[in-house]
């Protein structure tokens, strides 16, 4: 039984500081990393001022996916609700496809929106990583970590 593994990834202009962007390709990385060498697969959703993006489809993780997350630049809003609508839609197909695979949606973030957003009810489990560094953080992704009976993570956490 295959594992997907469904990365939200912000590159909203909130992103863009502190080194937060950076942090969160290296994270999301080492997910791809972990998911080629366990032979589980791997999709990549991007949400910032350009709205929803996928840049890689479901599908077999392949350390060659690695190359799509470097030229990744950031800026504008965040489209939260919109990208968890999607991930929404990227796990109900792969249900469809694969029956009962596991399917895990990481959403790699800093918070950093005022949408309320429902958790996808088509996750098996949702990991958020709050990459907030700021000097004042605001706490929301904690906040859905809790509505959503999800799991928090930092993103020093390893990512098993």
């Known amino acids: 039984m295959s594992t997907l593994h469904l990365i939200a990834l912000d590159n909203s202009g909130s992103m863009r500081q ?15 990393e972990d998911a080629a060498r366990t032979g589980n697969q791997v999709g990549l959703l ?8 996928c840049v890689l489809s479901p599908t077999q993780a392949r350390r060659s996916a690695l190359g799509r ?3 990744l630049g950031g800026g504008g809003g965040t489209p939260l609700a919109a990208a968890l609508g999607q991930a929404q839609t990227e796990l109900l197909a792969h249900r469809r496809r ?3 695979g596991r399917r895990l949606l990481w959403l790699l973030t800093d918070g950093r929106s005022l949408e309320q957003p429902a958790a996808p009810t088509a996750a ?12 004042r953080p605001l706490g929301r992704c904690r906040a859905w970590a809790q509505a959503w009976g ?5 993103p ?5």
């Open 124 to 135: 098996d489990h949702i990991v958020i990583v709050d990459f907030d560094n700021s000097p």
């Open 46 to 53: 991007l949400f910032g001022g350009q709205g929803v993006q």
């Open 98 to 100: 694969h029956g009962n």
């Open 150 to 154: 999800a799991e928090l993570r930092q």
């Open 18 to 32: 502190g080194g937060r962007l950076a942090r969160a390709k290296g994270f999301a990385a080492r997910l791809i």
């Open 156 to 160: 020093t956490t390893d990512t098993q």
């Open 69 to 71: 997350l470097r030229p």
